[in-house]
C-alpha cells in the first residue's frame, strides 16, 4: 500500500490529527462568539470559518518557535497554531482586562503576542504586510535565519501597502511570504471586480518572487507550497506569494449582511468544499483518525470552549484609570 499523502509530506498521524484539532477549536471558537454577540455578550465578530485549513497548513509548514508571523484579523487559527489559546481570544472578544492583546483596548482579532512572535495587527487592512517586510530585512541584518510571513485578503492585495512591500521585497530578495487568503469577497465587492489578472498569484512575477495558487481548503497542499516557500526563503532564494483560494462561509462581519451581495445558494454550496470536513474524512479514510477519536476530540474541544468563555465572562474589565497606559509616557 503506498504512502499516505500527509506520510509523503513528512508529517506523522500525530501531526496530522493535531493540525484537525487546532482547525476544530478555532471552528468552535469562532460559532461560540457569533452566539455571544446574538446574545449581546459581546460586541463584534469577525470570522475564520472557511478559512481554517489555510491558516493551519500554513503556520505548520514554519518553525513555530523562531519564525514570525503578521496574521490578519481572520487568522484564529494561525494563532492558535503558534501558541494562543481559547482563552486567551476569549479574552479579547469580551474585551477583559487580562487580554493578551491588547488589554481589552482593540477589537476582537487584533492578535499580537511579543512572546508567540505574532506581530501586532492594525485596524487599516494590508499594514500587516510592511511589518513583515520589516522584520525580514531586521531578520537578515542580525544574521538571523528567520522567515516571516504575513497573511492578507484578496481586497488587500490591490492596496499601496501590499505593491511597496513586495516590491520591496522582491529587490532586496528578504525571507518573507505574502500569503494572500482569497476568500472571495472584500466585504461586499467579488473577486471579479477587484481584479483584471486572473489570479492573486500572478502579481508576483512583477516583483522577481515565486507565485503559487493552491486549495485553501486542503490543509495539506497548503502546507507543501509553503514549506516550499520557506525553504526558498531560507535559502536566501526570496521571497514567495502563495495565494490560497477558499471561501468566507460567515458575513463579513457580525455587523454585516452578506445576503445583499450573495446568494444562500451560493453559501451552501461553498459548504460542500468546507476544509474542516474534508480534512477530517480525509483523516478517517487514512485511519489516521477513527470516530471514537474524532469524538473524544470533539468533546475536548466544547470542553475548553466553554471554560474560556466562563473564564472570559467572568474576568474583571481594565481600570478606568488605565484609559491612558501606552498613550503617553509615563
Known amino acids: 500500500m503506498g504512502k499516505n499523502r500527509h506520510e509523503s509530506l ?5 501531526t496530522v490529527v493535531e493540525m484537525y484539532e ?10 461560540r462568539m457569533w452566539k455571544l454577540n446574538r446574545a449581546g455578550k459581546i460586541p463584534f465578530v469577525i470570522s475564520c470559518q472557511g478559512q481554517e485549513a489555510a491558516q493551519v497548513g500554513a503556520a505548520y509548514a514554519l518553525d513555530r518557535t523562531k519564525d514570525v508571523i503578521a496574521p490578519y484579523y481572520r487568522d484564529m487559527g494561525m494563532v492558535l497554531a503558534f501558541g494562543m489559546t481559547a482563552r486567551d481570544l476569549m479574552l479579547s472578544a469580551f474585551a477583559k482586562a487580562e487580554d493578551p492583546n491588547s488589554g481589552g483596548r482593540q477589537m476582537p482579532g487584533h492578535f499580537s503576542s511579543k512572546k508567540l512572535r505574532i ?3 492594525s485596524s487599516p487592512v494590508t499594514t500587516q504586510v510592511a511589518h513583515a517586510v520589516g522584520v525580514a530585512l531586521a531578520a537578515r541584518m542580525k544574521g538571523e ?12 492585495s490591490n492596496q499601496g501597502d501590499f505593491h511597496e512591500s513586495a516590491n520591496f521585497a522582491g529587490v ?9 487568503e482569497n476568500n472571495q469577497y472584500a466585504i461586499s465587492v467579488p473577486i471579479k471586480k477587484q481584479l483584471a489578472c486572473e489570479r492573486v498569484s500572478d502579481r508576483a512575477v512583477g516583483y522577481g518572487m515565486f507565485g503559487a495558487t493552491v486549495d485553501g481548503n486542503d490543509p495539506l497542499a497548503v502546507y507543501e507550497v509553503v514549506k516550499k516557500a520557506v525553504e526558498r526563503a531560507r535559502n536566501g532564494e526570496g521571497p ?3 495565494e490560497t483560494i477558499c471561501y468566507r462561509l460567515t458575513p463579513h462581519s457580525s455587523d454585516d449582511d452578506d445576503m445583499t451581495y450573495r446568494t444562500k445558494e451560493e453559501v451552501e454550496e461553498a459548504k460542500k468544499k468546507d476544509g474542516l470536513y474534508l480534512f477530517r ?5 487514512t485511519g489516521a483518525l477513527t470516530e471514537e477519536k474524532d469524538q473524544a476530540i470533539n468533546e475536548r474541544v466544547d470542553a475548553i470552549v466553554d471554560e474560556a468563555t466562563d473564564y ?8 478606568p484609570e488605565s484609559a491612558l497606559k501606552y498613550v503617553y509616557e509615563e
Open 240 to 242: 514567495s506569494l502563495i
Open 281 to 285: 474524512n480525509y483523516l478517517l479514510e
Open 119 to 121: 506581530l501586532t495587527q
Open 22 to 31: 487546532t482547525m476544530l477549536l478555532a471552528r468552535k471558537i469562532d460559532e
Open 10 to 14: 513528512g508529517l506523522s498521524d500525530e
Open 145 to 156: 535565519n528567520i522567515v516571516s510571513l504575513a497573511t492578507f485578503g484578496e481586497g488587500s
Open 172 to 180: 532586496h530578495k528578504l525571507p518573507v511570504i505574502f500569503m494572500c
Open 312 to 319: 472570559a465572562e467572568q474576568a474583571p474589565y481594565a481600570e
